[in-house]
């Protein structure tokens, strides 16, 4: 990809406000400096003039670049979640640009690059030169990294960038209804043209029943019940909770993990290497932690080899999704809670009917594919079979809620075509079994159901690293690529706001995570350590959780025991939603008038297909752009995984022409005004 020639930066300056800094004028002003925020001023600085002239302004107490999630300053044993070589901030060949990108190394070529002077003198050289391109390095690496993207940014600008260090408190419209007033949380004002809210995942309200748990704790009938409710785990204090506390942990995925290390390790414990398994050995300052949650395990770990050790292997490409939206017109029909049916173009494409069917026959069809290929099996008619499923579900033969495809005659015919030909239960495909393995556990006693969490999550590492198993790769692959297309479909308005709700961010958001999301293997590992210690303990899947004076009671479908605690920590994040995001700005702009929120269920922000936030009646503002988890449709994620083409990139470079376009507008209007 060609880069741009290297302009003079037009300057920076970070403040660190201070009362009484008084009043600024902006050009152009970001509220939150983190991932997103950096891969918009990327995009900017790849522009013929790099942003020159304009005054922009970032407003976020948190490091830019790294923003709150990636800071510098946060435990060393909390990790990132990918492997160094699959995280990229910059846009490559692969992408779909109109225009030259500011390319850049990935996050393994800088550790070994550029970033390693840096990362010695931030102490952590011992680290960075025991990575490699499979590591999973600490999120601090990761903050540095992202710090001196934004470094390149700020020297590729033509712009002069201020830098706010404090939090945005309020936002009012300027005068004549033109502009914005941020007001900072040390009491600076800042008058700008155009205002982009760019802020990662949000802090959200208490939930009404976890509000009902927290007063469970706090009342005087409670006396030492502790409860803490979800939130980002590294911003938690777990100080209270003491030693030896038996502490009933809700959540088995990456809070988790977090909560986890920090009252373990965190707390003095060390893991000590014995052949291919984990010791840990206690400070006698770690709490006990009995963990259940729906599925009852943890998530998948992360794959122990990669394409490189599975040569010659098929390449895994979409065969279904990628043409969901070519479908044959024809006439629609409405469900109750979603949208049109496939064709009706540019009505809704159904989750139910189509889009969830597709999406399953993707991964089967790349699991038999590659299943075929390493056994050297000649059995052209299971992939067949496949196609004819996914066609009838084109055709819109599946029925009113796509049923019948997967869990009925299509998917029996494709389950007993792989019968026929594959002898090994483990090279079979069930997405059921795969997602809610341990659905149907029934033991006589706790102890039994433990033993049985504990032998599923040590054979799935296993499997895990075990090339024998690549077919699992095959699935991870496609598994990536629907997901993204699904959001892409997601972000061109084809999925309604309902099936978004229930099905993108919910039932389909939880498989992803659980398959495509996990945990390095070695977080795995100390999983099975801790609970060899007595440290984690296993209620079982389907949990529930009743409260009382007395405590919190856990039960499981998986056994019939019920047992009570004293301390609850909730570990998992508040799902997303705008109308309960505890959010300053997002309050008074609403309260203003300038939002509109979704009618659906955890409601998000609307904007158009540039970014541009709609005001209460539905009409784009053209000087104010939302992005963000809580924006419908927004592309949230803000780096990448390298050659894959990530529609991230594309996505930044289009908003950053609508932002540099109503910068010039603007600007523009004032001089006719003063002329």
Known sequence: MPMHERPESAGFAADRDVPGL??????????????????????????????????????????PGAGRIWRTDQSPHLWMNSRTEDITIYPDE?????????AGPTLHEWIHGPGLDRLTQAGLGAEAAALDSQSFASRRVLGHYLSAAFELALDRLGAEVRIHCARAEAVRRGEDDRGFVVTTSVGAKIATDVLVSAQGHLDMRTAEQDAVLADRAAAPAGNGLYYQAPGYTA?????????????LTRGFGLAFLDFMVMVTEGRGGEFVDDGERLRYRPAGTEPVLWVGSSRGISYSPKLG????????????????????????????RDRPGSGHRLGESPGFIDFGAVLGPLFELELTYAHYEHVLWKRGIDAPELLESIDEAAEWVRAGRAGANGAEVITGAGFETISEAAREVITDEDDLFDLARIDRPLADLRCVDLPSAEVSVRDHISGHLKRSADAHHSADLAVFNALVKAYVQIRVLVRDGRVSNDDRTEFVEGSFHSLFSFIGSGPPPERVKQILALHEAGLVRFLG??????????????????????????????ARLARQSAEKAADPVLETLRADGRLLLETAAHAKLRTDGAGRALDAHGRAQSDLFLLGPAVSGSTAEAFSRPQTGAPVFADNERIARAILDAVTVDAGTRELLAG
């Open 22 to 63: 008084g009043e600024h004028r902006a050009d152009l002003t970001f509220i939150g400096a983190g991932p997103k925020t950096l891969g918009i001023l990327l995009a900017i600085a790849a522009t013929a003039n790099a942003g020159t002239g304009l005054r922009i302004h970032l407003v976020d107490p948190f490091p």
């Open 94 to 102: 692969s992408c779909r640009l109109e225009g030259p990108g500011i």
């Open 235 to 247: 911003d938690l204090d777990f100080s209270n909770i003491p030693a030896g506390a038996e502490v």
């Open 305 to 332: 080899y990669s394409q490189v050790e599975v040569p010659g292997a098929p390449t895994v490409a979409l065969r279904y999704l990628d043409r969901v939206a070519d479908g044959p017109d024809r006439e629609g």
């Open 541 to 570: 899947p389907g949990l529930s959780i009743d409260a009382d004076t007395a405590g919190f009671t856990a039960r499981s479908t998986a056994h019939p025991e019920a047992k009570t605690f004293t301390h609850f920590v909730d």
